[in-house]
């Protein structure tokens, strides 16, 4: 995805989980209930009940994304996640999307670094029928050479309009390739054309035989359902398929802290330059990952932030200056994509960021600042947990990557453990020249 646009879309997503968040979620600190177990062939689920509303969200998050690649056949996880909605030996190809939208309901998807993830929205009374959809996209789908011959051309088209037609569109690939030189994180989710091309159909089935296997995936349930009768289903639908019975393969390449800057220049169809960085950054669940990704706030969120009041409003060096903490399973990067305003050179542009960056590794930051932060982060931690579509794709997520789904209910105290000091600490320690990528976007 492109980063800006995408970071757009999450503001929106977390907008729109603000204005449908129940009124219960407002409290601070609201326990969410849950239920899971795991069914003999290793498929493990999440049940929340709300019969608020006589909604039900199934959703399917399978461990695998674009880490778990060939590095010769990049594209794979993304390329599934298109893949598995052709159909399968029960159902016509084309017509999964047509069953949902005519039962009154909404299905997407997506791809990232570390998973694909698969959401159904369904009126409750249809629930079974959203079972039944995935149970076939897990056992038999449809992979012939119509299939990914139709889907070649979709993701191919995708890439163009994505990252090689929009200006910026590649700078998140070209700083991940220099960012990582032995992690399979060094390529993106949409991987190569080139790569989708070669492959055969006896790749794409292995592929699919490999990670679509029961013992891979963590089903969650969250809405109006009744518990017993829909583990009665699930059983029905899901526990006959077969475990895959082989070793997922999971990347095991580290990635060793870079001693010095990488510098570039990429010359793109722009008419403004374009600064963009890359800083490498812990994964998940550490200390230090929740202070920096407090800082990503702090220079990001929203009119107010110092990138915001500073660079754009007060100095008028950009019209755009975007600071985006990419989460990964494994190492992550806090990713600054800055465009220059009319007359602004690009060093201009650079000499503005590292001031901001200096100052919160030279002084702590204030205390009223440090209080407005941590009510940020709060807000948009539980608005973001306050509808029946967060509360899918945040179960799973504390279950499959950091081992306890029950971190819904207590990871906002994380964060409220961040200091000020620690603030400090991890920008010092990581926001350094050394540790970076700087990419220099220019016209041609």
Same mark, same amino acid.
């Given at each position: 995805m492109n980063i800006i646009a995408d970071k757009m879309k999450w503001k929106l997503f977390v907008l729109t989980c603000f204005l449908w968040a129940p009124a219960a979620f407002w409290a601070q600190d609201?326990? %969410?209930?849950? &239920? $899971?177990?795991? *069914?003999? /062939? #290793?498929?493990?689920? %999440?049940f929340h009940e709300d019969h608020s509303a006589p909604i039900t969200v199934i959703s399917m998050l399978y461990h695998v994304g674009s880490k778990n690649e060939d590095p010769e056949r990049t594209g794979f996880a993304h390329f599934f996640e298109h893949l598995m909605f052709e159909g399968s030996e029960h159902i016509a190809r084309g017509q999964f999307d047509k069953i949902v939208n005519g039962s009154g309901g909404y299905s997407n998807a997506f791809t990232t670094k570390d998973q694909t993830y698969y959401f159904n929205l369904f009126p409750s009374n249809h629930l079974e029928l959203g079972l039944w959809l995935e149970s076939e996209r897990l056992l038999h789908a449809k992979i012939d050479e119509k299939g990914v011959a139709t889907q070649r051309e979709v993701v191919k088209e995708e890439r163009r309009m994505r990252y090689e037609s929009r200006p910026y569109g590649t700078a998140i690939e070209e700083l991940s390739k220099r960012a990582f030189t032995q992690h399979p994180y060094r390529w993106e989710p949409i991987g190569s054309a080139q790569y989708i091309d070669q492959a055969s159909l006896e790749e794409f089935m292995k592929f699919y035989k490999t990670f679509y296997v029961p013992e891979n995936v963590t089903m969650t349930i969250v #809405? !109006?359902?009744e518990p017993a009768k829909t583990k009665k289903l699930i059983a029905q639908y899901f526990g006959d398929i077969p475990r895959g019975g082989k070793t997922i393969p999971r990347p095991s390449a580290d990635e060793p802290f870079r001693s010095r800057e990488v510098r570039d220049t990429v010359l793109d169809n722009i008419q403004l330059p374009g600064v963009f960085m890359s800083y490498r950054c812990p994964g998940i669940g550490t200390k230090d990952y929740y202070a920096l990704e407090m800082i990503s706030n702090l220079l990001d969120g929203g009119e107010s932030s110092r990138f915001? =009041? &500073?660079?754009?409003?007060?100095?008028?060096?950009?019209i755009q200056a975007s600071c985006f903490f990419r989460s990964n399973e494994g190492p992550s990067q806090m990713l600054i994509f800055t465009i220059a305003s009319n007359g602004t050179k690009a060093y201009e542009l650079e000499v503005a960021v590292n001031e901001e960056l200096e100052k919160i590794r030279e002084n702590l930051i204030s205390e009223r600042e440090y209080q407005k932060l941590l009510n940020q982060i709060e807000n948009d931690f539980i608005s973001s947990k306050g509808s029946l579509e967060g509360l899918a794709q945040s179960l799973p997520y504390y279950k499959v990557f950091m081992g /306890?789904?029950? *971190? %819904?209910?207590? &990871? *906002?105290? /994380?964060? @409220? =453990?961040?200091? @000020? $000091? !620690? *603030?400090? =600490?991890?920008?010092?320690?990581?926001?350094? @020249? &050394? /540790?970076r990528v700087v990419l220099y976007y220019l016209p041609k």
């Amino acid at each position: 995805m492109n980063i800006i646009a995408d970071k757009m879309k999450w503001k929106l997503f977390v907008l729109t989980c603000f204005l449908w968040a129940p009124a219960a979620f407002w409290a601070q600190d609201v326990q %969410i209930a849950f &239920e $899971e177990y795991d *069914l003999p /062939n #290793g498929m493990h689920v %999440i049940f929340h009940e709300d019969h608020s509303a006589p909604i039900t969200v199934i959703s399917m998050l399978y461990h695998v994304g674009s880490k778990n690649e060939d590095p010769e056949r990049t594209g794979f996880a993304h390329f599934f996640e298109h893949l598995m909605f052709e159909g399968s030996e029960h159902i016509a190809r084309g017509q999964f999307d047509k069953i949902v939208n005519g039962s009154g309901g909404y299905s997407n998807a997506f791809t990232t670094k570390d998973q694909t993830y698969y959401f159904n929205l369904f009126p409750s009374n249809h629930l079974e029928l959203g079972l039944w959809l995935e149970s076939e996209r897990l056992l038999h789908a449809k992979i012939d050479e119509k299939g990914v011959a139709t889907q070649r051309e979709v993701v191919k088209e995708e890439r163009r309009m994505r990252y090689e037609s929009r200006p910026y569109g590649t700078a998140i690939e070209e700083l991940s390739k220099r960012a990582f030189t032995q992690h399979p994180y060094r390529w993106e989710p949409i991987g190569s054309a080139q790569y989708i091309d070669q492959a055969s159909l006896e790749e794409f089935m292995k592929f699919y035989k490999t990670f679509y296997v029961p013992e891979n995936v963590t089903m969650t349930i969250v #809405g !109006d359902f009744e518990p017993a009768k829909t583990k009665k289903l699930i059983a029905q639908y899901f526990g006959d398929i077969p475990r895959g019975g082989k070793t997922i393969p999971r990347p095991s390449a580290d990635e060793p802290f870079r001693s010095r800057e990488v510098r570039d220049t990429v010359l793109d169809n722009i008419q403004l330059p374009g600064v963009f960085m890359s800083y490498r950054c812990p994964g998940i669940g550490t200390k230090d990952y929740y202070a920096l990704e407090m800082i990503s706030n702090l220079l990001d969120g929203g009119e107010s932030s110092r990138f915001s =009041a &500073e660079i754009i409003n007060k100095q008028q060096k950009a019209i755009q200056a975007s600071c985006f903490f990419r989460s990964n399973e494994g190492p992550s990067q806090m990713l600054i994509f800055t465009i220059a305003s009319n007359g602004t050179k690009a060093y201009e542009l650079e000499v503005a960021v590292n001031e901001e960056l200096e100052k919160i590794r030279e002084n702590l930051i204030s205390e009223r600042e440090y209080q407005k932060l941590l009510n940020q982060i709060e807000n948009d931690f539980i608005s973001s947990k306050g509808s029946l579509e967060g509360l899918a794709q945040s179960l799973p997520y504390y279950k499959v990557f950091m081992g /306890n789904t029950n *971190l %819904i209910n207590t &990871e *906002l105290s /994380n964060y @409220r =453990a961040v200091s @000020r $000091e !620690d *603030l400090q =600490a991890v920008a010092k320690k990581y926001l350094t @020249r &050394e /540790n970076r990528v700087v990419l220099y976007y220019l016209p041609k």
